[in-house]
């Protein structure tokens, strides 16, 4: 369980880190079977609720369906928990958005946890959704809003040493899932739709920004190409989301390959629905700020 006492929890060495999420994550393997709702199926309801976007939570969509079978609920109590907690979340209500009333003080209690400690409860919720499903390591489990949740089997070649921490992954996974559907399953520049092509792009570096690494407000869904051109600064985008290209890109717009890529979508906005979560104007900045500098 968490615990909520207003420290920085990122302080925490790495061993109290780990067994900090193993001891969260083993909490869900047990669910309720009553009405009233318990503090693990709310967690698991938030790693969902992240995965979608408002206009999703609804009894009819498919991944709520999958989701409350497991949990043993209905998809109407599902998406009406999903409707409550949406009532809690800062950036709805920014947008004029309220959720459905009567979330009950262990819905905010419960919402606050989660995002005062997303570095440890993110992954560990990951996980448990991950136990309820049972998935095997040389898995993945996706969300995806138009088939439901699926398990899919990873390549062989296994992670990578820098992926090997179970808890990292398992940030990965969700940070990844819940990037992707908030763009609704497209690149943010090109609309590919093609989901092993995409990447969760990170806005602020994960080296460099422990903090916001599970922000899904500070990532981005691009093409693999897209991706790697952003990573290295070569493009941008401007306080209205529109695309800019580096000098070094412009230079190379008569090759058909760059002018197809990148000159074709040079002052476009950024493309996500309507609902999305918008990235932070502030992540923005500041990958601007370096963009242009790189650019003189």
Request: hydrophobic share 40%.
């Amino acid at each position: 369980m968490f615990a909520h006492n207003g420290h920085n929890h990122l302080a925490r060495n790495e061993v109290e880190n780990q067994l900090y999420f193993c001891a969260f994550a083993g909490q869900f393997t047990q669910m309720a079977t009553g009405k009233r709702w318990t503090r693990d199926e709310l967690l698991l309801a938030l790693n969902l609720y992240h995965k979608l976007t408002f206009g999703q939570l609804h009894a009819r969509q498919p991944a709520i369906i999958t989701l409350a079978k497991k949990m043993d609920r209905s998809a109407n109590s599902l998406a009406m928990k999903l409707s409550n907690l949406a009532s809690c979340d800062p950036v709805l209500k920014l947008r004029g958005i309220k959720g459905l009333p009567g979330a009950s003080n262990l819905d905010r209690e419960v919402w606050s946890e989660f995002h005062d400690n997303l570095n440890e409860a993110a992954p560990a919720s990951e996980e448990a959704m991950r136990q309820l499903f049972g998935v095997s390591e040389g898995s993945e489990l996706e969300v995806l809003p138009k088939e439901g949740i699926r398990i899919r089997k990873l390549p062989h070649d296994g992670p990578t040493e820098a992926v090997a921490n179970v808890k990292i992954r398992r940030g990965q996974e969700y940070f990844r899932d819940a990037v992707l559907n908030n763009f609704g399953g497209r690149c943010g520049i090109s609309g590919l739709a093609v989901r092993d092509l995409l990447i969760a792009s990170h806005i602020l570096p994960w080296s460099q920004h422990p903090t916001e690494r599970l922000n899904i407000r500070n990532g981005l869904c691009l093409s693999r190409l897209h991706d790697a051109a952003f990573d290295r600064y070569l493009i941008s985008f401007d306080t209205k989301l529109r695309l800019l290209l580096s000098p070094r890109i412009k230079a190379e717009l008569p090759q058909r390959s760059i002018a197809e890529n990148f000159g074709a979508f040079a002052g476009e906005p950024l493309i996500f629905p309507d609902d999305a979560q918008p990235p932070e104007p502030k992540f923005l900045a500041e990958h601007r700020a370096k963009f242009l500098a790189k650019s003189k």
